[in-house]
């Protein structure tokens, strides 16, 4: 493909910023941190091998706020009231523009919510999920929660971060409140109008305490988890889908300063044996964009898994299977404003700059093993076992345990 017939290659208006291209590298958690949240010589290298990759967005991993209630062991820590791990950031941020001036750095901040281990931290929710459960948490709780992501959020702005992603998807803490399942009876649940509370506020805290259209607001959104009582469905004890209420929230979330919304639903990540599930992205995608306003981005997600073509979706051509081909085409069709690589983008996170450039054929294409994923629920270093020795000697270690 010719970049410059591509729509892949043009810039792309998001809030008073520009993005120079339609690539987005997703929040990517590779637990290489340390059991403190600090920044590793790992965490460096990747974050700047992902700038040379010239994306024209680059979302920073998901990042807890407190080490009380984490998802992973080694998860990055943003603490917005010690003055040295915000030094620690800036000096970060600051590597991370001089390596690349043009990508635009937007980082995800969550609550790990049920998503949280019992086992190095605790795991709090609004009410407990069979086979998951989970400490409760009080209303008091919640109100603090509130604040730590507002207050993160102006630390990013002042060290220099383009923009913030609140984090209200994939089962963590927001998410979780936001659930039909969360009838609980208490200030956050029952009633949509308590469950939309929580992200409401936040967002916009958010804008009105950074008035700043510099500075991007958005968020990551689970249209739809798949399980009864899940966001998305029509009531707290059945599966079946129901798009009133995360319309609603993506449609409140604009009103209150969002200026982009990147769509994921369940499964976030299809495997290889079940490719087909990257169109329920693609028509949620399509969905979000019809419900906002032109000028509001939508990010679609999970385009890793149709590599260059190579892929067992059915019922298309060889040519009309590959990633650039769909990426391409749900642009044009206005299903989406940018497109999303996460497993992708350990595969080879230069994809962005080889596609720009012409050199399509070096690219080190991902197979959608989701080896990746079992070394993050397995608490370990993450990274592509099929290209890089060193995630493959760690998975296999892992197995052994």
């Known amino acids: 493909m010719n970049k410059s017939d591509s729509i892949l290659s043009q810039p792309i208006k998001i809030g008073n910023l520009t993005a120079t291209n ?13 059991e403190k949240g600090e920044f590793t010589p790992s965490v460096v290298n990747r974050y700047k091998k992902l700038f040379e990759g010239n994306a024209g967005i680059v979302f920073f991993e998901s990042v807890t706020l407190q080490l009380e209630s984490k998802a992973r062991k080694n998860q990055l820590l943003l603490n917005p009231y010690d003055p040295e791990n915000i030094e620690n950031w800036r000096a970060f941020v600051k590597d991370l523009k001089e390596v690349n001036p043009n990508v635009l750095l937007i980082v995800q901040i969550n609550h790990g919510g049920e998503k949280s281990s019992d086992v190095f931290s605790r795991k709090f929710c609004p009410k407990p ?5 989970g400490e409760m948490v009080s209303e008091e709780y919640i109100d603090k929660m509130i ?12 060290i220099g971060v383009d923009g913030v992603d609140l984090k209200y998807g994939h089962g963590y803490m927001i998410c979780n409140i936001l659930r039909p399942y969360n009838d609980r009876d208490w200030k956050y649940g029952g009633s949509w109008e308590n ?9 916009e805290r958010v804008r009105k305490e950074i008035p700043d259209k510099n500075f991007l607001v958005g968020s990551k959104i689970t249209m739809w988890e798949r399980f009864p009582g899940g966001f998305g469905t029509a009531g707290p004890d059945t599966p079946v889908l129901d798009l009133t209420e995360p319309l609603d929230l993506i449609k409140g ?10 769509e994921s639903c369940v499964p976030s990540i299809p495997g290889r044996n079940y490719p087909e599930f990257v169109y ?13 306003k032109p000028e509001t981005v939508i990010i679609g997600g999970t385009y890793s898994i149709l ?14 299977k590959s990633l650039f081909y769909w990426a391409n085409k749900n642009i044009q069709d206005n299903y989406a404003d940018m497109i999303a690589i996460g497993r992708q983008s350990l595969a080879d996170a230069l994809l962005p700059q080889k596609f720009l450039t012409g050199r399509e054929e070096e690219i080190n294409w991902c197979i959608g093993c989701n080896i990746c994923e079992k070394l993050l629920h397995s608490q370990n270093k993450v990274g592509c076992v099929t290209y890089y020795k060193e995630y493959m000697d760690i998975y296999k270690q892992s197995q052994k345990k």
Request: charged share 25%; proline share 4%; aromatic share 12%.
């Open 22 to 34: 339609r690539f987005v590298i997703n929040a990517m958690e590779c637990g290489d941190s340390n």
């Open 129 to 133: 999920v069979f086979g998951i459960g």
């Open 147 to 158: 604040d730590s992501f507002v207050d993160a959020s102006k630390v990013l702005y002042d």
């Open 195 to 203: 469950r939309s509370r929580v992200p409401f506020e936040i967002t």
């Open 253 to 262: 979330l604009e009103e209150r300063g969002s200026d982009f919304f990147m």
């Open 280 to 292: 329920d992205h693609f028509t949620m995608s399509k969905i979000m964009k019809e419900a906002v």
């Open 307 to 320: 590599n260059n073509g190579n892929n067992s979706l059915g019922y298309l051509p060889p040519e009309q």
